[in-house]
């Protein structure tokens, strides 16, 4: 029963808190959807710690993209055998993972020590940053754990089960034999859907596309003051 919950329960009632908070936020927090930049308090961690985070999220998501949302059949069918597949996420999810760890600390570190950051955040900033350092460590352990190619497939498992979610034919059977670092990092992915509509993540959806359409602002400079004598 508790399995049920975890895995087919627990994953709608997030998804439901992901998609209604944002339209939620979006309608009643407009001004308050954005990155919310700190980089006028602080600019050589930001930087440092900001790109590691960013490049190596990227590389991360295509990553899990391609190993849940993708089918195996899709591999098989292309030819690509298990040892290859593995030898290549291994490959490109190792650097990506480190980067996106280091940099998460970098910034986790950065908001810590910085007096000015410190004296600006909001719960919602730390929050932000505790899930993210959890999420990413426990998927880069993960990986670690699963490193011997003979090992656990993901693919086989917890892919057939995100995709069930996300087709409304939720299966808990795929996560029964799944090894416990995995389960934490989907439960820590899970955690961090539920809180990021109420945070500064919101903006990962935003593209600035009106500024294509936009009248430019004419700027003109204003002359000398004249003193009028009445």
Do not use: C
């Not at 939620?24 to 985070?53: A, C, M, P, V």
């Not at 999220?57 to 098989?76: A, T």
Request: hydrophobic share 50%.
């Amino acid at each position: 029963m508790f399995e049920q919950f975890l895995w087919v329960v627990l994953p709608y009632i997030v998804l439901t808190i992901f998609i209604g908070g944002h339209i939620y936020r979006y309608q009643h927090d407009q001004f308050g959807w954005t990155s919310k930049s700190s980089e006028l308090l602080e600019k050589k961690l930001l930087r440092i710690g900001s790109n590691l985070f960013h490049w190596g999220i990227i590389f991360v998501f295509g990553g899990h993209v391609m190993g849940l949302l993708i089918p195996i059949e899709v591999y098989e069918s292309m030819g690509v055998s298990e040892h290859q597949y593995h030898t290549i996420a291994l490959i490109g999810g190792i650097p990506a993972g480190l980067a996106a760890a280091i940099g998460i600390l970098i910034l986790l570190y950065r908001r810590m020590t910085v007096r000015r950051l410190i004296a600006t955040s909001t719960k919602g900033d730390w929050l932000t940053l505790v899930f993210l350092v959890i999420v990413i460590l426990s998927g880069l352990s993960a990986t670690f754990f699963n490193i011997d190619s003979e090992g656990f497939d993901y693919r086989t498992t917890i892919g057939p089960w995100l995709r069930s979610i996300l087709t409304f034919r939720a299966n808990a059977g795929y996560m029964s034999e799944v090894p416990v670092w995995f389960k934490v990092h989907i439960l820590a992915v899970l955690g961090i859907f539920a809180v990021w509509p109420f945070t500064r993540l919101v903006h990962v959806f935003s593209v600035p596309v009106r500024y294509l359409s936009r009248s430019y602002v004419i700027y003109r400079k204003r002359g000398p003051k004249q003193n009028h004598l009445s």
